[in-house]
């Protein structure tokens, strides 16, 4: 890429004075506006009955001794032949009441831990991706360096909230301490709040234990580790998501319950039908969270959309996707449970026009929703197998946006201007008024890579597209990463730990 039009990009960016993107401080979300919701009470009591008629009748296929039996223990009906569990709505009713309406999810750094509940939105950056691609180097396997990375693109962004988990596979790293690389890497390089993989009862253990040289033995008084329980729709959770969920729980660590269902694939054709399955699904996992330890932290998920019935493919950024947030955010009000949808979602191959419009679909329902926990806020491409660094700044300027967007304006005798619109009177312009010359650099919201240029000084600069100033934008986002303090002896332990728990993994299979 020709240096000389990066000079004269960082020279036309240096005249527009700093972004919002760069500076803005790390604070919590709020929505000060009443959620969206689509459907009435009627409609919601409609899905509710609609789930406990599948609990009862239908059930949900549990492949795991353990939560067989505390099933069995607690008055469900178990299948042990095909591991189905047959619940009775009061039995998943009194356990989901006990879950807690809103917790503080503990960060590293005090100043950067998340309450998670009520009207507060909370962003975490992409999650599970196979492939890394970026303007320079293209689409490639995902190794620990793109890893690190990752990391720290999300530690110096300040409108995201949390950091780790799967940015990327470690595809240079043995599968049997890849949670070990992670979460190592986590520590040295972010002090955000951390999630990471619930996989299992190996791999939630080593975190654990990791987490508590960080934080010290109590751990469980505040979360710090959050992860994801993905069920696999239709109506069935397999073993390594139901070890992971049971540890996590006894260990007041968060999970974040989530059914992953396209309409007519994973369940019928119709929406509602699919909203009826994913609250089914979602509350037989909360109820069991609190079966094993009451009162755990737990997230309702949702990430719901319909497939493509030409090719069979998910479908996302969709307005049926855009409906079902929406409603499960009502649905988990109605619970008086923490609510967690995505962000970001698209098909793009790259970050293009298509990727901004679907990414668009999916945050603006998660926002006006009122979603706890937006996963997949910044960096998601190909459906979720690739996350692109270009995409990555773009998401997070739109999320900049949302910061400014949510914090209104005011009206008051000095933001009404009646002086200045008299001094102006018809005809003439407010350019050099003194109200305009006292706030012409804070009025509006300043973009980091919106191009608001004329035509011949963006051409002369490069004719540069937004996924190109993006590219720029990350490599200056690096460039200028400082990592966070951490305590030489508290580096020191988790060095012998993982060395320790690497000689031991080795080649061994965790989910057996």
Not at 65 to 79: F, H, K, M, S, Y
Not at 358 to 376: D, G, K, Q, R, Y
Request: overall charge negative; proline content about 4%; aromatic content about 8%.
């Amino acid at each position: 890429m020709d240096s000389s039009h990066i000079d004269r990009r960082s020279r036309l960016r240096q005249q527009r004075g700093d972004s919002p993107l760069l500076r803005l401080p790390f604070r919590q979300l709020r929505n000060p506006m009443k959620p969206v919701e689509i459907l009435d009470e009627e409609q919601i009591e409609q899905l509710h009955q609609a789930a406990m008629q599948i609990l009862e009748n239908t059930g949900i296929a549990m492949m795991d001794e353990e939560t067989l039996a505390i099933w069995e223990n607690a008055g469900a009906r178990v299948d042990k032949n095909n591991q189905r569990v047959r619940m009775d709505r009061g039995l998943v009713m009194e356990a989901v009441a006990k879950a807690p309406a809103s917790f503080t999810w503990r960060a590293r750094n005090p100043k950067l831990s998340n309450f998670v509940g009520e009207n507060s939105i909370t962003l975490a950056p992409h999650g599970g991706m196979v492939y890394v691609s970026d303007l320079d180097n293209g689409r490639r396997r995902g190794t620990l360096k793109e890893y690190e990375n990752l990391v720290r693109l999300s530690q110096a962004c300040n409108v995201i909230h949390y950091n780790g988990g799967e940015l990327v596979a470690l595809n240079d790293v043995d599968s049997s301490i890849r949670h070990l690389t992670r979460l190592y890497t986590d520590f040295l390089l972010t002090d955000k709040a951390l999630i990471e993989a619930a996989h299992g009862r190996v791999i939630p253990l080593d975190s654990f234990n990791m987490a508590k040289i960080v934080f010290g033995d109590d751990i469980s008084s505040t979360p710090v580790l959050g992860g994801v329980i993905n069920v696999s729709s239709p109506l069935r959770y397999d073993g390594r998501m139901l070890g992971g969920l049971l540890t996590y729980a006894r260990y007041g660590q968060v999970n974040i319950i989530t059914p992953f269902i396209l309409a007519g694939a994973m369940s019928p054709v119709t929406m509602a039908a699919a909203l009826a399955q994913q609250n089914a699904e979602v509350l037989a996992g909360i109820a069991l969270t609190q079966l094993a330890n009451p009162g755990a932290p737990v997230i309702y998920g949702g990430f719901t959309t319909n497939v493509d019935m030409k090719s069979g493919s998910p479908a996302f950024g969709t307005p049926e996707g855009a409906w079902a947030l929406l409603v499960g955010a009502q649905l988990a009000r109605r619970y008086k449970l923490p609510y967690r949808g995505s962000g970001g979602l698209n098909s793009a191959k790259t970050p293009d026009a298509q990727a901004a419009y679907e990414s668009l679909w999916t945050m603006w329902p998660a926002m006006l929703a009122h979603t706890n926990f937006i996963l997949h806020s910044a960096g998601w491409l190909e459906g979720g197998m690739t996350v692109s660094l270009e995409k990555y700044v773009i998401d997070a300027e739109m999320l900049a946006m949302f910061y400014h967007f949510m914090a209104g304006f005011e009206i008051n005798d000095e933001n009404l201007a009646l002086d200045s619109i008299d001094e102006v009177g018809p005809g003439g312009h407010h350019f050099g008024t003194a109200h305009t010359m006292e706030r012409f650099s804070t009025a509006f919201y300043q973009p980091t890579l919106g191009d608001n240029l004329g035509y011949e000084v963006w051409e002369s600069a490069g004719s540069w597209d937004a996924a190109r100033r993006a590219n720029a934008v990350w490599k200056e986002i690096l460039a200028n990463y400082e990592p966070p303090a951490l305590d030489a002896g508290i580096q020191e332990e988790l060095e012998a730990y993982v060395a320790r728990r690497t000689k031991e993994l080795a080649g061994k299979n965790l989910y057996e």
